[in-house]
C-alpha cells in the first residue's frame, strides 16, 4: 500500500478524532458565570468618619440639684414634668431651728438699736455738756480739773455710742448668717428648665449628694430649649474634624429622619476608657431641631462630612478589589479582567476615581458571588427595567 492510499485513509479518521475532541470539551467547559455590572457615572463622593460607640442627645443645660445639707423633706413644690422659672423654690427641708436662730438675732439687732439710740443721746448731751465747760473755763468761772471732767466723759460716752453701733452691726451679721445656713436646705431653679426626675417624697430625709459620692440628687432639672448630640470619635480621625463641619445625624428612635447639624466643639483631650478604644468628644448642634420631637438621652450615630466633590467620577465602594481593582468583562474574550484604579474621596457607598475608568464603562458589581474571578468566563445579567 503505498502513501497516498494511507493519507486517504487516515485524514479522514483524524478529523473524525478531532471534531469528537472538540465535542467533548465544548460540552464539558465550565459555563460562564452570570455577574451584575455597573456602568460608571458621575455624582457626588463624600470623605466622612463616623462614631465609634454611640452618642446621646444631651441638653446644654442640665444641673442634678442637692441640699448642702441633710434633712427632711418639709416643703415640696414641683412634681416631675413640671415647667419650672428661673429662681423658683423647688424644695425646702425643715429649719426650724435656724428659722429659731434668725428670729433671735433680728431681736437681738432691735436691742443693739435701741443701746445705739440711748447712747448716742446720751454722748450727745455730754459733748454739750464738755462745750459749756470749755466756755466757763475761758471766762474763769470754772477750774480746768472740771472741763477735763466733762471732756472724758464725752469721749467716754461717744465710745460708748460706737459701740453700741458696732453691736447693731454684729447683729445684722448674725442675721446674715443664719440666711446663709436656710439657703443650704432649700434648692432654686438656676434656669428656666423641666423637672425631669425628683428621688424623695414629703417628709422623708433627703441625702446631700457631694462629688464623688453615689448618692442619687433631689432634683435632676433641664432646659429641653437647646440640645445637642455628644459622640465618641477614633483619636486618629480626631486632627481632620473642625468646628463648623457638616454633620447628619441618625436617631436609634427616629431612623428615618436623618436631621442636619454642625459640629461645634472638638474636645481638646482623648478619653481613655478602659478596654475600650481611645476616642475624643465631639459636640454636635442641631440646625433644625424643631422638626423632630427630641428627647434628652436618646442615642444617636453622627456622620461628618469631611470633604465633598459634588461631581466626581464614581464606582460603588463594594466593587473595589485589593489593590484599587476592578473587574471588566473583555467583550472580545468574555472574560473577567483586572482593571487598576487611581482612587480619591471615599466612603462607605462610593470611591472616585481619578484615574483608570471612563464614564460609561461598565465594572462588576456582584464580587461576593462563587466562581466570580480574574480569567473565568462570564456573561452580564440583563439590567432590570426601570420602574
Same mark, same amino acid.
Given at each position: 500500500?503505498?502513501?497516498?492510499?494511507?493519507?486517504?485513509?487516515?485524514? %479522514?479518521?483524524?478529523?473524525?478524532?478531532?471534531?469528537?475532541?472538540?465535542?467533548? *470539551?465544548?460540552?464539558?467547559?465550565?459555563?460562564?458565570?452570570?455577574?451584575?455590572?455597573?456602568?460608571?457615572?458621575?455624582?457626588?463622593?463624600?470623605?466622612?468618619?463616623?462614631?465609634? &460607640?454611640?452618642?446621646?442627645?444631651?441638653?446644654?443645660? &442640665?444641673?442634678?440639684?442637692?441640699?448642702?445639707?441633710?434633712? &427632711?423633706?418639709?416643703?415640696?413644690?414641683?412634681?416631675?414634668?413640671?415647667?419650672?422659672?428661673?429662681?423658683?423654690?423647688?424644695?425646702?427641708? *425643715?429649719?426650724?431651728?435656724?428659722?429659731?436662730?434668725?428670729?433671735?438675732?433680728?431681736?437681738?439687732?432691735? $436691742?443693739?438699736?435701741?443701746?445705739?439710740? +440711748?447712747?448716742?443721746?446720751?454722748?450727745?448731751?455730754?459733748? @454739750? +455738756?464738755?462745750? @459749756?465747760?470749755? !466756755?466757763?473755763?475761758?471766762?474763769?468761772?470754772?477750774?480746768?480739773?472740771?472741763?477735763?471732767?466733762?471732756?472724758?466723759?464725752?469721749?467716754?460716752?461717744?465710745?460708748?455710742? +460706737?459701740?453700741?453701733?458696732?453691736?447693731?452691726?454684729?447683729?445684722?451679721?448674725?442675721?446674715?448668717?443664719?440666711?446663709? +445656713?436656710?439657703?443650704?436646705?432649700?434648692?432654686?431653679?438656676?434656669?428656666?428648665?423641666?423637672?425631669?426626675?425628683?428621688?424623695?417624697? /414629703?417628709?422623708?430625709?433627703?441625702?446631700?449628694?457631694?462629688?464623688?459620692? %453615689?448618692?442619687?440628687?433631689?432634683?435632676?432639672?433641664? !432646659?429641653?430649649?437647646? /440640645?445637642?448630640?455628644? #459622640?465618641?470619635?477614633?483619636?486618629?480621625?480626631?486632627? &481632620?474634624?473642625?468646628?463648623? =463641619? %457638616?454633620?447628619?445625624?441618625?436617631?436609634?428612635?427616629?431612623?428615618?429622619?436623618?436631621?442636619?447639624?454642625?459640629?461645634?466643639?472638638?474636645? %481638646?483631650?482623648?478619653?481613655?476608657?478602659?478596654?475600650?478604644?481611645?476616642?475624643?468628644?465631639?459636640?454636635?448642634?442641631?440646625?433644625?431641631?424643631?422638626?423632630?420631637? /427630641?428627647?434628652?438621652?436618646?442615642?444617636?450615630?453622627?456622620?461628618?462630612?469631611?470633604?465633598?466633590?459634588?461631581?466626581?467620577?464614581?464606582?460603588?465602594?463594594?466593587?473595589?478589589?485589593?489593590?484599587?481593582?476592578?473587574?471588566?468583562?473583555?467583550?472580545?474574550?468574555?472574560?473577567?479582567?483586572?482593571?487598576?484604579?487611581?482612587?480619591? =474621596?471615599?466612603? *462607605?457607598?462610593?470611591?472616585?476615581?481619578?484615574?483608570?475608568?471612563?464614564?460609561?464603562? @461598565?465594572?462588576?458589581?456582584?464580587?461576593?458571588?462563587?466562581? $466570580?474571578?480574574?480569567?473565568?468566563? #462570564?456573561?452580564?445579567?440583563?439590567?432590570?427595567?426601570?420602574?
Amino acid at each position: 500500500m503505498n502513501t497516498s492510499t494511507l493519507l486517504r485513509r487516515g485524514v %479522514p479518521a483524524l478529523i473524525v478524532l478531532a471534531l469528537l475532541g472538540a465535542g467533548l *470539551w465544548w460540552g464539558t467547559r465550565p459555563k460562564p458565570v452570570s455577574v451584575v455590572m455597573k456602568a460608571v457615572d458621575r455624582g457626588a463622593v463624600e470623605s466622612t468618619v463616623v462614631n465609634t &460607640r454611640a452618642g446621646t442627645v444631651e441638653a446644654c443645660q &442640665r444641673t442634678k440639684l442637692s441640699t448642702i445639707m441633710g434633712g &427632711r423633706i418639709e416643703y415640696l413644690g414641683v412634681k416631675e414634668g413640671d415647667k419650672v422659672k428661673k429662681g423658683q423654690l423647688l424644695m425646702k427641708l *425643715w429649719n426650724d431651728d435656724q428659722k429659731a436662730q434668725q428670729t433671735l438675732a433680728e431681736k437681738q439687732r432691735n $436691742v443693739s438699736s435701741q443701746r445705739v439710740a +440711748e447712747a448716742c443721746t446720751t454722748a450727745a448731751t455730754a459733748e @454739750r +455738756e464738755a462745750k @459749756r465747760q470749755a !466756755d466757763l473755763r475761758a471766762k474763769g468761772f470754772v477750774s480746768e480739773a472740771k472741763e477735763d471732767a466733762a471732756r472724758s466723759e464725752a469721749a467716754t460716752r461717744r465710745a460708748a455710742c +460706737e459701740t453700741a453701733r458696732a453691736d447693731v452691726g454684729q447683729a445684722e451679721a448674725r442675721i446674715a448668717v443664719t440666711k446663709v +445656713e436656710q439657703g443650704r436646705i432649700a434648692l432654686y431653679a438656676p434656669f428656666d428648665g423641666t423637672v425631669a426626675k425628683i428621688v424623695g417624697e /414629703l417628709g422623708e430625709y433627703s441625702t446631700p449628694s457631694p462629688p464623688g459620692v %453615689p448618692t442619687p440628687p433631689a432634683i435632676d432639672l433641664i !432646659d429641653e430649649t437647646c /440640645l445637642y448630640v455628644n #459622640a465618641p470619635m477614633d483619636e486618629v480621625d480626631a486632627p &481632620r474634624i473642625q468646628d463648623g =463641619l %457638616p454633620v447628619r445625624v441618625t436617631l436609634d428612635a427616629l431612623p428615618k429622619q436623618p436631621l442636619k447639624g454642625k459640629v461645634r466643639r472638638v474636645a %481638646p483631650y482623648v478619653s481613655a476608657v478602659e478596654k475600650q478604644a481611645r476616642t475624643v468628644d465631639v459636640e454636635v448642634d442641631f440646625e433644625r431641631p424643631e422638626n423632630a420631637r /427630641l428627647l434628652v438621652g436618646y442615642s444617636a450615630d453622627v456622620e461628618i462630612v469631611l470633604d465633598v466633590r459634588p461631581s466626581a467620577l464614581r464606582v460603588p465602594t463594594a466593587a473595589l478589589i485589593e489593590g484599587n481593582k476592578v473587574l471588566v468583562l473583555n467583550a472580545d474574550s468574555g472574560k473577567l479582567e483586572e482593571r487598576k484604579v487611581k482612587a480619591g =474621596l471615599a466612603n *462607605w457607598e462610593y470611591t472616585e476615581v481619578l484615574e483608570g475608568l471612563k464614564d460609561g464603562e @461598565r465594572i462588576v458589581t456582584s464580587l461576593e458571588r462563587d466562581g $466570580v474571578k480574574v480569567g473565568v468566563r #462570564a456573561t452580564a445579567e440583563a439590567e432590570p427595567k426601570a420602574k
